[in-house]
């Protein structure tokens, strides 16, 4: 019997058309082993609201067509299920997909899920919102701020948005307060990571995974200017974690203090958030399509 498996594309992610891309599903996927159903959002939480109403029909597999935002809310439906999330990425950053070695090509990522199995992933709580990847505060929330607002997407807009940023954002004094955690500091970035980075390869949290029940939490301090090549070079070569303007905790949850309300992301989705906030993770939580293991 064949297994329904659901595609929910996003066409407002990344920056390429996907009015092609329920032909390609179609030629792509094993269509001996899968009934597929392919849907498009048309507004914010329509994915969730699609991914509901699978779950409820009785689909095995949920594809998220998108970038981490898309993958939140298709992710959000699934968890505690036991239905499976698919990826093919399709956005700017694709952070989780990234994490889990799935193909960044179309193409690559439809082949991937002929020959896939669910493995079980931890999902984190921010204040009860669900994330799978990183959320956090700082100047990666400003910037995903900013690049929101923008009529441009892609990544040369996105770094556009950090080097204005770095210009216009102002640091804020924190403390972070959890067991055996009692950290008060000024930080211009603070990243609380499930998966290992931001997205186009930049690993905030080299060491993170999405198996071991706990959060790694990336805290960077105020840098001068000339220190920003050799802070990108570390991103990109999984090495930030050793830099000197970067502290790293690991903890399975935590409570964030601030002195002001302001911008706030969970996987890159900005948003404002107040001057308490609680971050936990739940092990387990949620099935996702990875390459399988012969």
Known sequence: MKKKIAFIINPFSGTNTKTTLPDLIIKELNTSLFEPEIVFTTHKGHGLEFTKSFVAAGYEKVV????????????????????????????????????????????????????????????????EQPFFCTCGT????????????????????????????????????YHLLGEGIDLKDKAFVITFANASQWGNNAYIAPQASVQDGMMDISIMSNFPIIAIPSIALQLFAKTIDKDLFMTTLRTSEITLYRDEVGPFHYDGEPYEEGLEVKIRMVPDGLNVLVKKRF
């Open 64 to 127: 998220a067509v998108g970038g981490d935002g898309t993958v939140n809310e298709i992710g959000g439906g699934l968890i505690n299920t036991n239905a499976a999330l698919g990826i093919i990425p399709a956005g700017s950053g694709n952070g989780l997909a990234r994490h889990l070695s799935i193909p960044i090509s179309t193409k690559g990522a439809i082949h991937l899920l002929n020959h896939s199995e669910p493995i079980k992933m931890d999902y984190g709580l921010v204040n």
């Open 138 to 173: 700082g100047f990666d929330a400003y910037v995903s701020t900013e690049f929101a607002k923008s009529q441009n997407r892609g990544v040369m807009t996105y770094i556009e948005k950090m080097i204005t940023g770095y210009f216009n954002y102002k640091s804020q004094n």
